[in-house]
């Protein structure tokens, strides 16, 4: 008996992809460590990319090690020399770019098209398809603000993962959660695996 490719290696299509994993501050943020683990795992080239705001949750050290990549947090390398990370490139590089979490915060940036750090400047250049995994308390994801702000990623043509219902960290319960790592994974590969 036979058995496909697919069924042996589920995440076989992101073997050799280059993705960019954009992390933002929001308490989700630790999620981003089994979510580079695992795209790591399933053989993609993983580039992460942190918020200032997001190294309040999760560490460089944490995502650099896990990646096997250093992890950029701002537009200067080397401030002496004047290196820097060049976002144009980094969006022509990528073959995803992934934000998760994408807080109220980011998703409002990349709505409105402000570019205040590296993330949103990547996001502006990248040429590549862009998914986002919304986290934040409940009546923040409920706001006309952030349901605008979504649509408008939407209509840009923003792959947006819904946010499942179940308790936050406030403490309340409801839609606003981050969407599980592995299942960001598997609606990563079934992308690919359609292309």
């Given amino acids: ?11 076989a299509s992101l073997q050799n992809r280059r993705l960019l994993l954009g992390v933002s501050g929001s308490i989700a943020a630790y999620k981003a460590a089994p979510l580079t683990r695992l795209l790591v795992k399933a053989g993609a080239e993983v580039q992460v990319i942190l918020t200032e705001a997001a190294t309040a949750f999760v560490t460089p050290l944490t995502l650099g090690t896990l990646s096997k990549k250093p992890v950029l947090t701002g537009f200067l390398r080397d401030a002496a020399s004047g290196q820097w990370h060049n976002h144009v490139e980094l969006g022509l590089w990528a073959e995803a770019l992934v934000i998760a979490p994408a807080s109220a915060n980011t ?33 923040m994801y409920a706001h006309p603000a952030v349901t605008q702000n979504l649509q408008r990623l939407r209509s840009f043509g923003n792959h947006i993962f819904d946010s499942p219902s179940g308790e936050l960290a406030s403490g309340l319960a409801g839609p606003g959660r981050m969407l599980e790592p592995e299942e960001i994974v598997t609606e990563l590969a079934q992308f690919f695996a359609q292309r």
Avoid at 1 to 11: D, Q, R, Y
Avoid at 118 to 126: M, N, P, T
């Fill in 1 to 11: 008996m036979t058995t496909s490719a697919t069924s042996l290696e589920p995440h």
């Fill in 107 to 139: 998703i409002g940036q990349l709505a409105n098209g402000l570019c205040p750090n590296l993330l949103s400047a990547v996001y502006l250049s990248a040429r590549c398809p862009v998914f986002l995994a919304p986290a934040m308390d409940l009546d």
